[in-house]
């Protein structure tokens, strides 16, 4: 997925800022609040249900042999390029070649395996508590095409360079794919057997929003009556630099995602002759329409989703006077929505965003053109519906001449739970603790989209996050050139998965600590 996630660059500005504010009468309280206010505390971790768990080491031999599987994974191009041009030959080989790279997991008793829809994957690993309600996690196997120009090693050679493993789907997303089933792999060979039902579910045609691969495992789920009590999907990562201002990288775990809707705008009127031209024109008109909804953004809603929870947890780990300003939001909410909407990447937390992608008109440099059409992408934000967001639209063009027409819609994805009841996010949360010991770990939305949504009716907690470090030199390898993965981070990836499928084997949280304060 495009990943354009918490880019909190502008905040770090605050600093010069913060004096200014002292006036402010809720100084003393607030300050009081700065120091005491902590959220998202620790379950404490000697009240968690005791388990043996085989350590995540792995021999020479083991690293030597994951890192050429996961190369292999690699060189294989499982290009989507459109709904209907994908690289059917490389998916056919990607399916041998998962039954080649991982034989212990194919020949288990404890797997059972199914192809779905001709390409994609889907693994349930039964465990012996059937009383246990099963999780799962998903990834995708195809990835967005790669032109080899500009790149520093070929984008499907899966090269090596300075530690590096250069190649397309290194970071979205056949790092969590190949990582997920190699922790499994070598969990089997050691003889694990797990506690709690978990299904694997990897998808064909996830950029090309998924309209066979992973939609078609959520039916099948469906139709069999499994309801999962959480889903660990792609999304967000190790956050490292991103978020300026905080001390030390943050692993966030998206919670939501926010909603989509394309809009296709036309004017239409007779043609002429432009030697006797009307006063306005199609494409005058439709221009005036582009440029209002331009100038006129959607309103913020900072604070009414789920980005106000990933402030609040954050706003200790900042130095000052970032964290006054982040402890208080009761109070700094609209200072801090000025700053945040300065920066693209700031501003799609706040609101619902406006893109005008395609404008078409005209056929001949005489002719009045007949039709002008214009198309609008929004992604919006949770506390908005796209019947609002319509309403809107058409409140701000305020011209009956442009019709407006929905191409797609699809709501804000629901908000999935991260207090201390939140089995899921405990969990993921704990495991990227152990992997990642320096990190601080908060919810968080995407502003992207991934197979998450067609699972929305099997299950009510779906979480995003793949154990990846991201530096902000990162996000443009997005879907961009000299994608890439260090070895050292993808054997955490490995191990990541390891750790996480024997956490899920408690059969129930520690039950929060008596007066703490958890969200
Ligand atoms: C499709 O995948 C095959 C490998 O299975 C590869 O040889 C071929 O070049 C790919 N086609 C394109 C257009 O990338
Ligand atoms: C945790 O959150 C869920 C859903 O957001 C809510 O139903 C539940 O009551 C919360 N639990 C606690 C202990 O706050
Ligand atoms: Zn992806």
Redesign the pocket.
């Known amino acids: 997925m495009v990943s354009r996630c918490i880019v909190c660059a502008r905040v770090v500005k605050l600093a010069g800022w913060g004096l200014l504010l002292g006036t402010v009468l809720a100084l003393v309280v607030a300050a009081v609040r700065t120091f005491t206010f902590a959220v998202g505390e620790d379950l404490r971790l000697s009240a968690w249900e005791k388990r043996d768990v085989l350590p995540g080491t792995f021999s020479p031999q083991e690293k030597a042999e994951f890192l050429r599987s996961f190369k292999e994974a690699i060189r294989?191009?499982t290009?989507s390029t459109s709904e209907t041009d994908l690289?059917i030959?490389?998916l056919?080989?990607f399916n041998d070649f998962l039954q080649k790279a991982f034989p212990v997991v194919f020949s288990s008793s404890l797997v059972q395996h199914e192809i779905v829809s001709d390409y994609s994957h889907l693994f349930k690993v039964s465990g012996s508590d059937p009383t246990l309600q099963p999780y799962m996690i998903i990834s995708h196997i195809d990835v967005v095409p790669a032109p080899s120009d500009g790149w520093d090693a070929p984008p499907f050679s899966a090269q090596e360079i300075s530690g590096f493993i250069y190649g397309r789907g290194t970071l979205d997303n056949k790092q969590s794919l190949m990582g997920s089933l190699q922790a499994l792999e070598y969990l089997l060979k050691r003889g694990y057997k797990p506690h709690r039902t978990f299904y694997l579910g990897f998808g064909h045609d996830e950029e090309v929003t998924g309209p066979n691969g992973a939609k078609n495992i959520a039916a099948l789920l469906k139709s069999r009556g499994v309801k999962l009590s959480f889903i660990l999907d792609e999304g967000m990562a190790v956050l490292d630099g991103i978020i300026k201002g905080i001390q030390g990288p943050a692993a966030i775990i998206g919670v939501s995602e926010k909603g989509i809707m394309t809009i296709k705008l036309t004017v239409t009127m007779k043609p002429g002759h432009s030697s006797t031209p009307p006063r306005e024109t199609t494409i005058g008109i439709l221009s005036i329409a582009v440029s209002r909804l331009e100038r006129n953004p959607l309103p913020s809603k900072f604070g009414l989703g789920p980005e106000r929870a990933m402030f609040e947890h954050l706003a200790s780990h900042f130095d000052f006077p970032v964290n006054f300003v982040m402890s208080n939001l009761w109070l700094f909410s609209p200072f801090l929505t000025w700053i945040l909407e300065k920066e693209p990447s700031t501003n799609a937390l706040i609101r619902t965003t406006t893109a005008v992608t395609m404008f078409n008109a005209g056929i001949k440099n005489n002719i009045i053109s007949p039709y002008a059409e214009a198309v609008v992408n929004f992604r919006i934000h949770n506390a908005q519906t796209t019947d609002e967001v319509l309403q809107i639209v058409s409140d701000t063009i305020a011209d009956d001449r442009v019709k407006v027409e929905v191409i797609s819609a699809g709501e804000p994805l629901p908000i999935s739970s991260y207090n201390a009841t939140s089995f899921g996010y405990q969990i993921i949360k704990k495991t990227a603790q152990e992997i990642f010991p320096q990190v601080v770990v908060a919810p968080g939305v995407c502003v992207g989209s991934s197979d998450s949504k067609h699972f929305v009716e099997v299950c009510d907690e779906i979480f995003r996050f793949v154990p990846t470090w991201f530096k902000i030199e990162d996000l443009s390898r997005f879907h961009g050139l000299n994608e890439r993965i260090s070895v050292k981070n993808y054997e955490e990836a490995v191990k990541f998965y390891f750790q996480l499928f024997q956490n899920c084997d408690i059969s129930k949280l520690p039950e929060p600590h008596a007066g703490g304060h958890e969200l």
């Open positions: 294989i191009p290009v690289n030959s490389a056919e080989e």
